[in-house]
């Protein structure tokens, strides 16, 4: 993959999704196009019901959007089957959820290891590779420790570790402090303010005004549709 | 193309580390199968009886039927066996009582079917009387066989120590005896039994050989397990708990053809001339035919059913048959419970399953595809019914050990029943786990991810 900075590396058009919930439509997102560069911070805002999270899985390819195009690393994703999306998310993609998301039966280093356990990485190569970002988080101390021994913080900065350890083109962070306290909150924000200065494209959900601060580019969306495109 | 040389090469990857994959996948599914321990125990238990009762039935049943059988096989498949029988006691007047009851195979009824029958080949009288036969004061309870030389080899019941006696002893009337297993201790505890002496009756026998030990009786009924058990009551020849055997014509001589019983208060005498008959026939396939040939040539000469004939062919026939019917029966309790067991496993991972729905999420948010996830779940249904299957192989096998350690039963394990049992019960954990396995992997990846 070629990556030069500040060079497209995915893009957005017209895109359109449809819920069907009973005999209501809900239209998620009406005609979106967004073009991401390499190296970006993105902050996406928007009131409850705008159609963040949907954006966020359909650029995430959890999710296929009802119309339009979806651009990932100059392919066209937004229609491939299942098991093409599942491959696009272990080697392109990587997700910080607000609820941390961590495996429970599994140590710190284990839950690190599952994006790499399903591109088929050996073992000692993906022990190796999760023991080295679980340091670059400050973790290696506790390498096999299980999620429910760790504070809130900690739970978030492995799971950073688990969206960075598979060198993904884009982060998605879905509100990735809301569950923290401002202190813990601070120190996730000041790991992916680290990230984006090395290089990292990352697009993050959020409602709080001052974490957008740090972002270099605010999305407003409002009712499915992109309200506010502010590069700064 | 740098995206598809990168995706084969990983392609490659994964076909390189298959295995290893496949091995952590294991060792994930253990995991969480370890992690609730009580639950894995209480959902394999289903599957724990099913193959261990299965296993250990088939044993016992092995076992039973390999007693029978070979108790069968002992009498000789070739061999058709025809026995006096006292005929049931009519209920007439008590003024009308003869006391001369006569009944039973007779001399002429063997030469008839000699007559009748050329493909016979030998014909083994016998003559039994239960008698007491003392060695000094020692005296036991016995059923005297007035018998031919070739007894042996045709009852395939042969001489352990000694020989049998001849045929010049068997015309000259003779009086030597070849003793059965357990009389030889029962009288001579001390001395050795061959070349001691014996009486019975007035008449004293010269022993000149003991025979191998035999275990059990047939009737056309079935088997008489056991020599100790008297098997009826009453003067009928065959309830004495040991055998001597002597010669047809030393028998004939010293106890003539009348027997005289004391029943009661009251005497009553019986006159049988023989009361056992084995005919041998040359060719295994002429058995059956043989013996119904025999059955009409006595039916058309007895008044009364005075006799029986017993084919041990047939009777081993029958077993055969009675055992296939018995493995049916076995085969189908088998297949009832490893489908319940079947359906509990089921049941359990529907819910873990469900329990588990956020980490499904979780899995799939990070490349895993729906195969990887239903790999998951069927590893762990298949190391649930494995387990089950080899704790439960285990125990089959040990039951019928400790059956045959305290009970003395017979039993044999044979080496396909466990395979099966085994085969079946991990076929079950993968035919089960299907459903619950298939129902993870089409989880909408964002819906399991917001699961609570």
Redesign the interface.
């Known amino acids: 993959?070629?990556m030069q900075d500040n060079g497209e590396i995915a893009r957005v058009e017209n895109l359109s999704k449809t819920y069907v919930m009973g005999v209501v439509t809900v239209q998620a997102l009406r005609g979106i196009s967004l073009s991401i560069s390499s190296g970006e911070y993105i902050a996406v805002m928007g009131p409850s019901g705008c159609g963040k999270s949907t954006l966020l899985?359909i650029l995430?390819c959890?999710?296929r959007p009802s119309g339009g195009q979806y651009f990932l690393?100059?392919?066209d994703v937004s229609r491939l089957d299942?098991?093409h999306l599942?491959?696009i998310?272990?080697?392109r993609l990587g997700?910080v959820?607000q609820s941390y998301?961590?495996?429970?039966?599994l140590s710190v280093v284990e839950n690190i290891e599952?994006?790499l356990?399903?591109?088929?990485?050996?073992?000692e190569e993906s022990r190796r590779r999760a023991v080295e970002f679980a340091t670059r988080v400050g973790l290696e101390s506790r390498l096999d420790h299980r999620p429910f021994e760790l504070s809130g913080g900690q739970q978030q900065r492995v799971a950073i570790a688990?969206a960075l350890v598979?060198d993904p083109l884009i982060i998605l962070a879905d509100e990735p402090t809301g569950n923290l306290d401002s202190a813990s909150g601070k120190e996730i924000l000041r790991l992916l303010n680290e990230l984006h200065d090395s290089g990292k494209t990352v697009i993050m959900v959020t409602h709080s005004e001052e974490i957008s601060e740090r972002a270099g580019r605010i999305v407003r969306l409002l009712d499915g549709e992109v309200e506010h495109d502010l590069v700064r | 193309m740098t995206s598809s040389g990168k995706s084969q090469s990983m392609r490659a990857l994964k076909k390189a580390f298959g295995l290893s994959r496949m091995k952590l996948t294991i060792k994930l599914g253990m995991k969480s199968l370890w992690l609730h321990r009580l639950r894995s125990l209480l959902t394999v238990l289903g599957i724990v009886f099913g193959v261990c009762s299965v296993i250990a039935m088939l044993a016992i049943g092995e076992g039973a039927s390999y007693e029978a059988q070979e108790q069968i096989r002992r009498l000789g498949s070739n061999n058709v066996i025809i026995r006096s029988v006292k005929p049931p006691e009519e209920k007439t007047s008590t003024s009308q009582r003869t006391w001369l009851l006569e009944y039973g195979i007779t001399y002429k009824d063997l030469e008839r079917i000699r007559a009748t029958l050329p493909l016979v080949e030998i014909l083994v009288p016998a003559r039994i009387m239960r008698k007491d036969v003392w060695n000094g004061g020692r005296r036991i309870d016995c059923d005297i066989y007035g018998t031919v030389p070739w007894y042996p080899e045709v009852n395939n019941h042969h001489v352990a120590r000694g020989r049998f006696f001849t045929e010049m002893e068997m015309n000259d009337g003779t009086n030597v005896a070849v003793l059965d297993a357990g009389i030889e201790t029962a009288l001579f505890p001390i001395d050795p039994a061959i070349g001691g002496t014996v009486r019975a009756g007035s008449q004293y026998y010269r022993v000149i050989g003991v025979m191998e030990p035999k275990s059990a009786r047939i009737t056309s009924n079935g088997v008489d397990s056991g020599t100790t058990a008297p098997a009826k009551s009453g003067n009928g020849p065959s309830g004495a708990p040991y055998r001597m055997y002597v010669p047809l014509n030393a028998a004939r001589k010293q106890f003539g053809e009348t027997l005289v019983n004391q029943q009661s208060g009251s005497f009553e005498a019986t006159r049988v001339e023989l009361h056992e008959a084995t005919v041998k026939v040359a060719r295994l396939a002429d058995v059956i035919d043989a013996a119904r040939v025999i059955g009409d040539l006595l039916a058309a000469n007895h008044r009364k059913v005075d006799y029986e004939v017993v084919v041990p062919l047939e009777l081993l026939r029958q077993a055969e048959r009675t055992k296939r019917i018995f493995n049916i029966v076995l085969g189908a309790i088998a297949a009832i419970s490893l489908l319940v067991g079947g359906i509990g496993i089921m049941n359990i991972m529907l819910a873990s399953v469900t329990e588990r729905t956020r980490e499904i999420g979780i899995r799939r948010a990070l490349g895993a595809k729906r195969r990887d996830i239903i790999v998951q779940f069927l590893i762990e249904t298949v190391l649930l019914a494995g387990v089950g299957g080899v704790i439960g192989v285990t125990l089959g096998i040990a039951i019928p050990i400790v059956i045959t350690w305290f009970a003395g039963m017979k039993t044999i394990v044979t080496l396909w029943s466990p395979l099966i049992a085994f085969s079946i019960s991990a076929m079950v954990g993968v035919i089960f786990g299907i459903y619950p396995a298939l129902r993870a992997a089409n989880m909408d990846p964002v819906e399991a991810l917001r699961h609570e």
Do not use: A, K, W
Not at chain 1, 117 to 123: A, I, L, S
């Open positions: 993959m070629p899985n995430g959890l999710d690393g100059g392919e299942d098991d599942s491959e998310r272990s080697t997700f959820f998301n961590l495996i429970q039966q599952v994006p356990y399903y591109q088929g990485v050996d073992e688990r598979n």
